[in-house]
């Protein structure tokens, strides 16, 4: 069975640096990625989809790429602020999740 | 536009009680609906989905279950609690066609003693 995973369970960096978030996946091969931020306590919220096609997606600070060959995604946050902090999340097209990443840059 | 409502934000139940959570969507139609888990500190599980009324999927076996008895509603029930069936419950949509990005609902706290 397919299999989606987010290698870190926390990340802390510096206001200012880039964050870098790593997405895996097994056994499929999704049409498209996506990727959420969730904040303590509230729903997940959408950030953005990269579809099989593309290497590579942006919007403002952040920045997607997908590698079909690789099976993995990378998303990053470039100058990161403190109110970036949240945990982030991964999915394939079934609407499946990874752990996420529980982000958290310090001033 | 449109707004996906879920009740209640927070229960606290005995184990062995029933369950009953329910999700509307409002200003589309023939969403797709998905119930979702958060166990505390955990990923999200999803636990059904449904792409029209009375079409369920279960994606695992437990003692939960849900129905969609009208388009924009989607409800989440159990007969029985465990202490494992505490966690973060979430209620989500998306358009039924083309690459679907989910729209979660604010959630609901349950916690089995």
Known sequence: ?107 | SQTIHQWPATLVQPVGSPLSLECTVEGTSNPNLYWYRQAAGRGLQLLFYSVGIGQISSEVPQNLSASRPQDRQFILSSKKLLLSDSGFYLCAWTGSSGANVLTFGAGSRLTVL
């Not at chain 1, 902090?85 to 840059?105: E, H, N, P, Q």
């Open chain 1, 1 to 107: 069975s397919q299999k989606i995973e987010q290698n870190s369970e926390a990340l802390n960096i510096q206001e200012g640096k880039t964050a870098t978030l790593t997405c895996n996946y097994t056994n499929y091969s999704p049409a498209y990625l996506q990727w959420y931020r969730q904040d303590p306590g509230r729903g997940p919220v959408f950030l953005l989809l990269i579809r099989e096609n593309e290497k590579e997606k942006r919007k403002e600070r952040l920045k997607v790429t997908f590698d079909t060959t690789l099976k993995q995604s990378l998303f990053h946050i470039t100058a990161s602020q403190p109110a970036d902090s949240a945990t982030y999340l991964c999915a394939l097209d079934d609407m499946r999740f990874g752990a996420g990443t529980r982000l958290t840059v310090k001033p």
